[in-house]
């Protein structure tokens, strides 16, 4: 089946500087990323759709210049967090969906990274 | 109130004992409606659709009742394996608006 990678899988930083999570689709193309952020025990809240070629469209609430997308081809979308800070901790998942698939919540999950600022 | 509510649980069954999970949405247009299962500290992975007419997989059943705007599922026989967190997700509008409950914890004990 549809396979998506996530890297890194765990991610400790300081206070104060940026990290990078990749998204990868490895057997198929994504057009349309998407990007989860799950706070324990609560539920996967979607922060932003990327999509390939174009900027990425943001969900309420979430800030577009804190949290940078770039979808530069159609096996790749990038999550920077800028300037992170220990409230941004939480574990953020990437998904992507198969283009013509027949239900369109068949996403496919990246494994998650788990950040986690000092 | 929630766009998709679950009971948080947890739910500790034995096994081979039947369990249900309910879930309920608020907007009435919502279109498509899935179980995910979550393992902790893991990805999402997709259990099931759910129809209207309802769904069978092996052990495990979806319902959906538009009328009420609820979900459900139903595991028969549960296995040590169920163990998990299950999520009820709802789509509404463009298929990038998938929203998640909170998810319903499973375990399962000898």
């Known amino acids: 089946g549809a396979v998506v990678s996530q890297h890194p899988s765990r991610v400790i930083c300081k206070s104060g500087t940026s990290v990078k999570i990749e998204c990868r689709s490895l057997?198929?193309?994504?057009?349309?990323m998407f990007w989860y952020r799950q706070f324990p025990k609560q539920s996967l809240m979607l922060m932003a759709t990327s999509n390939e070629g174009s900027k990425a469209t943001y969900e309420q609430g979430v800030e577009k210049d804190k949290f940078l997308i770039n979808h530069a081809s159609l096996t790749l979308s990038t999550l920077t967090v800028t300037s992170a800070h220990p409230e941004d901790s939480s574990f953020y998942i990437c998904?992507?969906?198969?283009?013509?698939?027949?239900?369109?919540?068949?996403?496919?999950f990246g494994e998650g990274s788990r950040l986690t600022v000092l | 109130r929630k766009e998709v509510e679950q009971d948080p649980g947890p739910f500790n069954v034995p096994e081979g004992a039947t369990v249900a999970f309910n879930c309920t949405y608020s907007?009435?247009?919502?279109?498509?409606f899935f179980w995910y299962r979550q393992d902790c500290r893991k990805e999402p992975k997709l259990l099931m659709s759910v129809y209207s007419s309802g769904n069978e997989d092996g052990r495990f059943t979806a319902q959906l009742n538009r009328a009420s705007q609820y979900i459900s599922l139903l595991i028969r026989d549960s296995k040590l394996s169920d163990s998990a967190t299950y999520l009820c997700?709802?789509?509404?509008?463009?298929?990038?608006?998938?929203?998640f409950g909170t998810g319903t914890r499973l375990q399962v004990t000898l």
């Open positions: 997700v709802v789509v509404t509008g463009t298929a990038s608006k998938l929203t």
């Open positions: 907007n009435s247009a919502s279109q498509s």
């Open positions: 998904s992507a969906g198969v283009a013509g698939g027949r239900d369109t919540g068949e996403l496919f």
């Open positions: 057997d198929f193309q994504a057009t349309t």
